[in-house]
């Protein structure tokens, strides 16, 4: 399975920085040293117009020239630097071309991504640029130049962090394209919520059992809503921060659950046929050693459908 990692691209943050981003090379790393069926890459940073399919042009040139207000830095929670501009292209160039390999292979990932708190003409939440909405509609440019007189290419976006999708609910606002799903905290971040396709709030602590429920719930709500037009890509968010040892996720699921949840909807898309690019999206433990692990759980078993995608695809 493909893998596309930019953790060379690091940000200059001030001491104490909430920001964990030396988990993008913790993870790499780990990756490497027990690669299995994962085959890493380094991620080309998107071109600056790719932007535009997603994002105003004012917002692009503020960031790309460093026009950022200071209440507009707040905001996203990173002080402007030279070194912004690359690393975000690369973020959304990450998750681009998992995004590819996934049409072509059926399952690949970037090992980050998932800035679902951007909006077209703001970024937030320690998000610059919305990474899976540029790449969908990326994709689905393609596919139309590709296929013309075809149906166009309808995706699904599975988040899964646990912090609402807000940015991506907002760019997908009455896009019949693009169904979007959000599973996360109700009471957390952002607190302003968004209207996605579907939203399930969940409260604090509510644990496994409920957690797991709620999302096969949300899982046959999804099938049942495109059952007429089924998507022919997904996105998944397979945020690390609903973990009961996460500093800001506060739904208190053990490690077994984010794995059965993984599980549960790669199973799901692979049953379907429908190829999904994962992103790593949140993860804030308070040993981030534990949320790497996590996230490697994910991989692996992202790989791991990977693997049956190919030994099932017809010949």
């Given amino acids: 399975m493909l893998a596309f990692h930019y953790d060379h691209l690091t940000l200059a943050l001030p001491p104490g920085h909430r920001f964990p981003q030396s988990k993008y090379q913790m ?18 940073p998107a071109d600056p117009q790719a932007l535009a399919l997603v994002h105003t042009p004012d917002y692009i040139d503020a960031v790309m020239q460093g026009t950022l207000s200071p209440a507009a830095q707040r905001e996203i929670g990173f002080p402007w630097a030279p070194g912004l501009p690359l690393r975000s292209l690369s973020s959304v160039g990450a998750t681009i071309a998992a995004a590819g390999a996934a049409l072509e292979e059926g399952v690949a990932a970037s090992l980050a991504g998932g800035t679902h708190h951007a909006y077209a003409d703001k970024g937030s939440g320690f998000c610059v640029f919305n990474d899976v909405a540029v790449a969908a509609r990326l994709m689905q440019a393609r596919w139309h130049r590709r296929h013309p007189g075809r149906p166009g290419l309808q995706v699904l976006v599975v988040d899964l962090d646990v912090h609402q999708g807000n940015g991506t609910a907002a760019i997908f606002r009455d896009d019949d394209s693009v169904f979007t799903l959000s599973l996360h905290g109700e009471k957390n971040f952002p607190f302003r919520k968004e209207a996605s396709d579907l939203d399930v709030g969940l409260p604090d602590a509510c644990g496994d059992a409920a957690y797991l429920a709620a999302l096969e719930s949300a899982l046959a709500q ?50 379907r046929r429908i190829p999904v690019a994962l992103t790593m999206a949140g993860g804030y433990g308070e040993d981030l050693n534990t949320t790497v692990e996590l996230q490697v759980r994910t991989l692996d078993a992202a790989a ?5 995608w190919r030994e099932t695809s017809p010949h």
């Fill in 222 to 271: 999804v099938w049942r809503r495109l059952s007429g037009r089924p998507p022919g890509l997904a996105f998944y968010l397979a945020g690390a921060d609903p973990h009961e040892g996460d500093r800001l996720g506060r739904l208190k699921l053990s490690a077994d659950a984010l794995l059965r949840r993984d599980r549960m909807v790669l199973d799901a898309l692979l049953e």
């Fill in 27 to 44: 993870l790499r790393e780990r990756v490497e040293r027990a690669p299995g069926l994962m085959r890493l890459q380094v991620a080309e």
């Fill in 304 to 308: 791991h459908s990977w693997m049956r």
